[in-house]
């Protein structure tokens, strides 16, 4: 647990934590050999897409979407995760200014704006999460066994750049330009790693106290933070005990956060005060103390940064890798539950087949899975395959291209929108849309097939 200090407070009060729960199932009836990765292992301890979870002696105060997550790359993590932050040592003004008083949420406002702010960089940081991130993308990919076919692909990026997008990663995004400015966050070179513990010695003994991160020295800009790690052989006695501080002279720099001392590590968070202006440098300086008075101490001169901003303008959006791929739920049941996870087993055949296409966020990409137990696709496919194997194929051919594109431009389209509106109701509202126009071109796509089926032929006899 990372013990974070309150916006306008002096202490190290509310505790954060996470783990990733990969919480596996027996197959479906007739396959029961099979196990499958739950959809939502997460689901199993908290109200599905809330991940983050706020406690104050052990109940529920709050709970937050997984927004934050999605937003920094880990859509697929936030599936599986749980955060937990612990509110309980905090004193009763951050208890008041961090939840409502009928404990039906978080309450916006200066700490939790600050709080977020700690742990986003604190998930961005580790190494572990971004590493499962990809196992579990390209777990997800590996079952796949038919990628979308170059034509398709062609068509919908034809149809995509008609729209407006530009051929890029998914937007929108902010390009160089000249109509506004935008705070942003810089790039990282690496992220935290979980190291292996380091030998310490019995309390009070210590010989060894070393500032390892960063060097030569530490740049934080405003409005960030950044970390500070102290190796040493020290026992987790001196901690409890208090006998391990930090500073900086000047007093420009202040705690955003400390993970207490453990297997010979200790790590702070620090960023600049409010009075902190960028030019501002000193020293850092972290100290060990033995019970007789005598002092180990270390330090790294340190820089304030302005906040990173570019001159930006808005731009409609990207073009994201993308792939169109029909599933269902008794052939790939995983993919199946993670785009439909209220659809699983339990479900109705009628359920299932209710539902059209879907887009997914998968890596730097977008898939769109396609049902092919969809009622009217389904139909359409049986009443053609009997006539024409060729028909069929310009059929699903037509059917692909038309729900690719429109999927990608929903999923485009939502991102910053209808920012009143529930997860849950929009993804509802999406699903109606998609169904809609999932039937009218399944009949689209058909009379399309025809039309190119009868050219073909005329095309042939002449």
Do not use: C
């Amino acid at each position: 647990m990372e013990y974070v200090v309150p916006y306008g407070t002096p202490d190290a009060s509310v505790g954060i934590e996470y783990w990733v729960v990969l919480n596996y199932r027996k197959g479906r009836a007739g396959k029961r050999d099979e196990v499958v990765l739950r959809p939502h292992s997460n689901e199993l301890y908290l109200q599905t897409g809330h991940p983050i979870i706020g406690t104050l002696n052990g109940q529920n105060q709050g709970e937050l979407t997984a927004q934050l997550l999605k937003d920094i790359g880990l859509g697929m993590v936030a599936r599986h995760m749980v955060i937990h932050i612990d509110a309980s040592n905090a004193n009763s003004r951050v208890r008041r200014e961090l939840f409502s008083t009928n404990r039906e949420g978080f309450k916006e406002g200066p700490i939790l704006t600050d709080l977020t702010r700690v742990l986003e960089k604190m998930l961005q940081e580790d190494e572990m999460l971004h590493a499962i991130e990809r196992e579990l993308t390209e777990k997800l990919a590996k079952r796949e066994s038919q990628s979308t076919s170059d034509e398709v692909k062609r068509q919908v990026t034809k149809l995509l750049l008609e729209a407006g997008l530009q051929v890029r990663d998914e937007g929108p995004s902010y390009v160089p330009g000249h109509q506004e400015r935008q705070t942003v966050r810089e790039q990282k070179k690496g992220r935290h790693r979980t190291l292996d513990p380091l030998l310490t010695l019995p309390f009070p003994q210590v010989t060894k106290f070393t500032i390892v991160a960063p060097l030569p020295r530490m740049n934080v800009r405003i409005n960030d933070n950044e970390v500070v790690l102290v190796e040493t052989d020290a026992d987790s006695e001196f901690d409890r005990r208090g006998l391990i501080a930090i500073r900086t002279e000047p007093d420009w720099l202040e705690q955003a956060a400390k993970a207490p001392l453990r297997g010979g590590r200790v790590r702070w968070r620090l960023r600049p005060k409010q009075a902190t202006k960028p030019g501002d440098t000193g020293r850092i300086i972290a100290t060990i103390t033995r019970p007789d008075g005598s002092q180990l101490k270390d330090q790294v001169e340190f820089e304030v940064l302005p906040a990173l901003e570019e001159r930006a303008k808005k731009e409609k959006g990207y073009i994201p890798p993308f792939e169109i791929i029909p599933i269902n739920p008794e052939d790939h049941p995983e993919p199946w539950g993670t785009v439909w996870p209220d659809l699983g087993d339990e479900a109705t055949l009628e359920d299932q087949g209710s539902v059209a296409y879907k887009p997914l966020k998968v890596g730097g990409g977008i898939n769109v899975y396609y049902s092919t137990i969809f009622a009217p696709f389904k139909e359409q496919v049986e009443a053609l395959k009997p006539k024409s194997a060729a028909l069929s194929e310009l059929f699903r051919t037509n059917y692909e291209i038309w729900i690719g594109y429109h999927a990608i431009l929903q999923e485009n389209s939502r991102i910053g929108e209808k920012e009143n509106v529930s997860d849950e109701v929009l993804e509802r509202l999406l699903e109606s849309d998609r169904i809609r126009v999932a039937r009218m071109q399944v009949k689209q796509a058909l009379h399309t097939a025809e039309l190119m089926e009868k050219a073909m032929q005329m095309q042939a006899s002449e």
